[in-house]
């Protein structure tokens, strides 16, 4: 079973930038697909970025497409999510995702559904000020 902490969140301004990551303990990422995904209050958890086990293959939420980078070290064992330009709508838990059963999703948004991810990790704050 692997373990995931995020940390990195915090308070940021309209139009700043943070940097988030997924420490991972237990067992190595190096065989997992990894994603985030994000919890804004009275709202349901929804995808928001996953990299493949190679770091090729990255996929973002429109929402998010051309702010946010995914990213992963497997020499760290740890996933990262650069996020530019923050807007209240950012504002956010968020959390980091193993899959421990990647594959391609050519043509499908399958990777989206919090189902195919079987490790979470508690999750960090993002706050973000207008």
């Known amino acids: 079973q692997v373990q995931l902490v995020e940390s990195g969140g915090g308070l940021a301004q309209a139009g700043g930038s943070l940097r988030l990551s997924c420490a991972a303990s237990?067992?190595?990422?190096?065989?997992?697909?990894m994603a985030w995904f994000r919890q804004a209050p009275e709202k349901e958890r929804e995808f928001v970025a996953r990299?493949?086990?190679?770091?090729?293959?990255?996929y973002y939420a429109d929402s998010v497409k051309g702010r946010f980078t995914i990213s992963r070290d497997n020499a760290k064992n740890t996933v990262y999510l650069q996020m530019n330009s923050l807007n209240s709508e950012d504002t956010a838990l968020y959390y980091c995702a193993a899959d421990d059963r990647p594959r391609n999703y050519i043509g499908s948004t399958e990777y989206t559904r919090r189902s195919v991810y079987a490790y979470w990790g508690q999750g960090t704050q993002v706050t973000v000020s207008s």
């Open positions: 237990g067992r190595t990422l190096s065989t997992y697909a």
């Open positions: 990299i493949s086990v190679t770091g090729v293959k990255l």
